[in-house]
Structures are given as C-alpha cells and as structure tokens.
C-alpha cells in the first residue's frame, strides 16, 4: 500500500508578489543606504508601504515584510502598527514553525525584537509606562533567543542587555 501524498501548498500569486516586493525593497534600500540617498530610501520605503497594504487588504501578510517596513518607518504610530502586525503575523506562522535552529531561532528573537521596537516607539510618543510593558513581555524572549546554540550575534547584538538597559532609563 502506498504512503499517503503529502499536499505541499503553493504561494499564491499575491504571496509570490509580495515576496519579490520584499527582495526588490531590501536590495534597492541597501543601495540607497550605499549612497547616502535619503531622498531615494523614503521613496523606496513609500513604495514598499504601498505594496505591503495592498498585498493586506488581499488577505496576505507575513512577518518579514512588517518587520522591514517597520525598520525603515519613523513616525512612531506607524512603526507601532508595523510591528504590532508583524507580531499578529509571527502568531500565525507558528502553524508552520522552522525546523532549523537558526529558524527557531529567528522566531523567538523576532517576537522579542518587535515588542523592544514598539516600546521604543512608544517611549518617545511619552507614554512610559505603555513602554515598560512591551520591554516586559520582551524580555523573556530575548532571554530564550540568547540561551539558544544557534542565534545571530553578529546581526542583532545583544538584545537582552538593550531591553535591560531601556528599561533603567524607564524606571529612572
């Protein structure tokens, strides 16, 4: 008797689209950074904002593409709703969670990351105490993403220590 096919699922196409939407926002904002074109990053991040609610309203969002965007945003609302779907998102992918170490990896530490860049965001829009209880709820993470074997040292640096510190400058 045969084994059972296993279904593999294919993107859609607006998932294709907004995967390449992703590759061409990450390469042509590094190129700008390269120039020190500030002018062409806020058109490429415009761009990339578009492109990323379009792709939402269609019912196709994932973590990576709010968390880029959030990363090249500065109004501090929008970075709060920026990461704040990139960690609605990170809940939904846990369905499919990585089987790598690095992935797994990647997954605590996003979760962590998110909540430290939302308390950032909310710290400077003078809300204290908002800010304290996302770094709260972060620290656990970051905590578990440093403990892991594989993690990206060299990308992130400590954020553990960044949360703690954060948080004396809050409490002070």
Known sequence: MKAPRKTV???????Q????QWREFVERSHAALDKEDDLALEAITQKFRDQVRKAAASGVETSITWYSLGMWTWDNDD?????????RCLAKEVKNPATDALGQWTY???????????????AAEGRPADAIAFLEDALPYARTAEDMPVHGDELEGNLEGRIAGELMLLAA
């Open 108 to 122: 605590v530490h996003y979760h962590a990351l998110c909540r430290f860049e939302i308390a950032r965001a909310l």
């Open 17 to 20: 689209r907004l995967y390449e």
């Open 9 to 15: 699922r294919r993107p859609s196409s607006v998932e």
């Open 79 to 87: 970075r709060i709703v920026c990461f704040g779907r990139a960690l």
